[in-house]
C-alpha cells in the first residue's frame, strides 16, 4: 500500500519560498512517479510539478522558473522548492505517486495535503 506524507505548508508573504516534502512508502513499478498537484478554493485541482523515477522533471507553464520539485537518491522522498510566490499560489498542495509522468490521471494514490498560503 502506498503512502505519501507532506509537510511545509504555511503562510508567507508575496515574493517569499517555501519548501513542500513528501515522503513516500511502499512505492511500485506502476507508482514511481511522484507528482504535486494543488487546489484552491473553489477551484479545480491541478497539476504542478512532477518527478520520475530516473529524475526527469515536468512543470506546469505557472510555476515553470518559480518552483523546482526534486528527488532523494533513495527515490523516496520528494521536494517541491517554491520561490517567488505569488498569491494566487495559495492552496492545498497534495503529493500523488502515479504510473505515468504527464498523464494527470495515472495518479492514483494521494497523500492528505498541506495548505500553502501566500499574503499580499
Known amino acids: 500500500q502506498v503512502q505519501l506524507v507532506e509537510s511545509g505548508g504555511g503562510l508567507v508573504q ?44 515536468l512543470y506546469a507553464n505557472a510555476v515553470k522558473g518559480r518552483f523546482t520539485i526534486t528527488r532523494t537518491s533513495t527515490r523516496d522522498t520528494v521536494y517541491l522548492q517554491m520561490s517567488s510566490l505569488k498569491p494566487e499560489d495559495t492552496a492545498v498542495y497534495y503529493c500523488a505517486a502515479g504510473s505515468i509522468l504527464q498523464t494527470a490521471t495515472s495518479y492514483k494514490y494521494w497523500g492528505q495535503g498541506t495548505q500553502v498560503t501566500v499574503s499580499s
Request: glycine share 12%; charged share 15%.
Open 14 to 57: 508575496a515574493g517569499g519560498s517555501l519548501r513542500l516534502s513528501c515522503t513516500a512508502s511502499g512505492l511500485t513499478s506502476s507508482t514511481k512517479n511522484l507528482g504535486w498537484f494543488r487546489q484552491a478554493l473553489g477551484k479545480e485541482r491541478e497539476f504542478v510539478a512532477a518527478i520520475s523515477w530516473s529524475t526527469q522533471t
